[in-house]
């Protein structure tokens, strides 16, 4: 079994920065892409930004030039460095990824963690 745990949410002010961390343990062989989503309430979850494993990103159109995916691929951790957070950002974000445990391919989520920006 793969587990994944986020960190790093919290409350801020409009304009300030949170860093999201997520880590994944288990039986893992490899893992492909791995990604950040949110779902704020009454919307659909989306993808804010994702990581393949080569290192190449892609990101919403709504947070290019303010958030930052990275991983380590050595600790098996995705991160969000999130700058100029605005209100609209405020959401549950979830973190995935794309994980092999010897012959199954599968995807994992992480429980979510809150982001909350004040006005």
């Known amino acids: 079994q793969v587990q994944l745990v986020e960190s790093g949410g919290g409350l801020v002010q409009a304009g300030g920065s949170l860093r999201l961390s997520c880590a994944a343990s288990?039986?893992?062989?490899?893992?492909?892409?791995m990604g950040w989503y949110r779902q704020a309430p009454g919307k659909q979850r989306e993808l804010v930004a994702g990581?393949?494993?080569?290192?190449?990103?892609n990101y919403a159109d709504s947070v290019k030039g303010r958030f930052t995916i990275s991983r380590d691929n050595a600790k098996n951790t995705v991160y969000l460095q999130m700058n100029s957070l605005k209100p609209e950002d405020t959401a549950v974000y979830y973190c995935?990824?794309?994980?092999?445990?010897?012959?199954?391919?599968?995807?994992?989520w992480g429980q979510g963690t809150q982001v909350t920006v004040s006005p």
């Open positions: 995935k990824a794309n994980v092999i445990s010897g012959w199954i391919r599968k995807d994992y």
């Open positions: 288990g039986s893992i062989s490899a893992i492909n892409d």
């Open positions: 990581i393949a494993s080569g290192g190449s990103t």
